[in-house]
């Protein structure tokens, strides 16, 4: 079992959908979680990051963290066209040699 | 705005042959992660450095892989000799030392073996 697993896609929306992401995870020494925002061919962007339990949120992108549950979402609302890319969650025990370790992603097409 | 920078953007090289990338990470930022992205999978770590010591290469196939950061600021990744499953996305990120607010990510060398 990967230590980080993530929903399966791709996933196709209709513009203006409110759209969720989850990962979920084994290790329960992660308390950074990170998502970020993948275009064909151009390395990954930081779209969200939060620290330990809770919700964050950021214009149409709210990010929440259940540690309890070992679970971990992006909410997208008003989906847009210029949203269609891969998505991919990140994961960090902390610390300053601690490395990110991400999930496989999923594709994300918003359809006009 | 800061960026990490990366080259070359695309490598074709031919199987055995040896390749070199580059990566020089955003100023300031101590610690610098080589990863490889294999298409339609997450990236995995291949070596984090803090400032120029390596503290995590577990996943680096040392036998043919080598990386370093001789003055802690800009690194190099070899492959030597190439092979065919090396075709995939080589990804430099970098971040502040002592914080995992996130790390930024170039744009990557996309690599071919043929």
């Known amino acids: 079992q990967k230590e980080v697993e993530q929903d399966p896609g791709p996933l196709s929306v209709p513009e203006g959908a409110i759209v969720s992401l989850n990962c979920t995870y084994s290790n329960s020494a992660f308390q950074y979680f990170m998502w970020y925002r993948q275009y064909s061919r151009k390395g990954p962007e930081l779209l969200m990051y939060t620290y330990s339990s809770g919700n964050k949120e950021d214009g149409r992108f709210t990010a929440q963290v259940d540690k309890s549950s070992k679970y971990i979402s992006l909410f997208i609302r008003d989906s847009q066209p210029s949203d269609s890319a891969t998505y991919l969650c990140?994961?960090?025990?902390?610390?300053?040699?601690?490395?990110?370790?991400f999930g496989k992603g999923i594709t994300l097409s918003v359809r006009p | 705005e800061a960026e990490v920078a990366q080259s070359p953007r695309y490598k074709i090289t031919e199987k055995s042959q040896a390749v070199a990338f580059w990566c020089d990470p955003i100023?300031?930022?101590?610690?610098l992660y080589w990863y490889r992205q294999i298409l339609g999978q997450g990236p995995e770590l291949l070596v984090q450095?803090?400032?120029?010591?390596?503290?995590?290469d577990s996943q680096l196939p040392k036998d043919r892989f080598s990386a370093e950061r001789l003055k802690g600021v800009d690194s190099t990744l070899k492959i030597q000799p190439a092979e065919l499953g090396d075709s995939a996305m080589y990804l430099c990120?970098?971040?502040?030392?002592?914080?995992?607010?996130?790390?930024?990510f170039g744009q990557g060398t996309r690599l071919t073996v043929v």
């Open positions: 450095f803090q400032d120029e010591s390596v503290v995590d």
């Open positions: 990120a970098s971040s502040l030392a002592r914080t995992v607010r996130g790390a930024f």
């Open positions: 990140a994961m960090s025990a902390g610390g300053a040699n601690s490395k990110l370790t």
């Open positions: 100023s300031g930022h101590a610690t």
